[in-house]
């Protein structure tokens, strides 16, 4: 039973465009989630992250919008750079789920940025 | 800092032998976790500790076990290796209280 979904292995972007990347649960009790981005041959680095309190995160050109009514969140990165390739994984977590340090990983979303 | 180290970078074992996987941390992180990553699995959460001395189960808990005697290291211990646990195994770390975790480079496992 998947709790955290990312329905779409693969999404390839031209240069400078944006690119989203979805992310849906199915775990009500989550109230934190995070994106990790993922190069080959390295461990997934820590990219943003949104509390359930809020519905949106910036960061430079990451951002995230998290709609809890649908269960679904989203990774926006604009522009896209071809040095954002790489898998990018949808995490969750929450007090609820025992501790902090059990996150739930999606499958992961490989992005392609073309020039 | 070096920050979250794993080692051996690769290892081919034969089915029913046993090694442990190394995992350090010099963040002085509380807590400290395994996964492992299949292709179309994502990562899925084997064992984790919320501080020295104490363990827990994760997801995929079977034919795996740890300890954890200091703050810095949390090995993992394959008892019996079998083909269904060829796969890319990744510590991670995160202050107490903290969600975000911060991974090691991983370990390639084979079992033949």
């Known amino acids: 039973d998947q709790q955290v979904k990312q329905n779409s292995p693969s999404l390839s972007v031209q240069e400078g465009r944006i690119s989203i990347l979805n992310c849906d649960y199915t775990?009500?009790?989550?109230?934190?989630f995070l994106w990790y981005k993922k190069y080959p041959a390295e461990g997934p680095t820590f990219l943003i992250s949104?509390?359930?309190?809020?519905d949106k995160n910036e960061d430079g050109r990451f951002t995230v919008f998290l709609n809890k009514s649908a269960k679904h969140l989203s990774l926006h990165i604009v522009p896209s750079q071809p040095g954002d390739s790489a898998v990018y994984f949808c995490?969750?977590?929450?007090?609820?789920?025992?501790?902090?340090?059990?996150?739930?990983f999606g499958t992961g979303t490989r992005l392609q940025v073309t020039l | 800092n070096a920050g979250v180290t794993q080692t051996p970078k690769f290892q081919v074992l034969k089915t029913g032998q046993s090694m442990t996987l190394q995992c350090a941390q010099d963040m002085n992180h509380e807590y400290m976790s395994w996964y492992r990553q299949d292709p179309g699995m994502g990562l899925r959460l084997i064992h984790y500790s919320v501080g020295a001395g104490i363990t827990d189960q994760g997801e995929v808990p079977n034919g795996y076990n740890v300890s954890r005697s200091t703050t810095e290291d949390f090995p993992l211990r394959l008892l019996s290796a079998a083909p269904s646990q060829t796969s890319v195994y990744f510590c991670?770390?995160?202050?107490?209280?903290?969600?975000?975790?911060?991974f090691g480079p991983g370990t390639r496992l084979t079992v033949t």
């Open positions: 991670a770390s995160s202050p107490r209280g903290y969600y975000e975790q911060y």
């Open positions: 995490a969750a977590s929450g007090v609820n789920t025992g501790t902090a340090s059990k996150l739930t």
């Open positions: 949104i509390s359930s309190i809020k």
């Open positions: 775990n009500s009790m989550f109230d934190y």
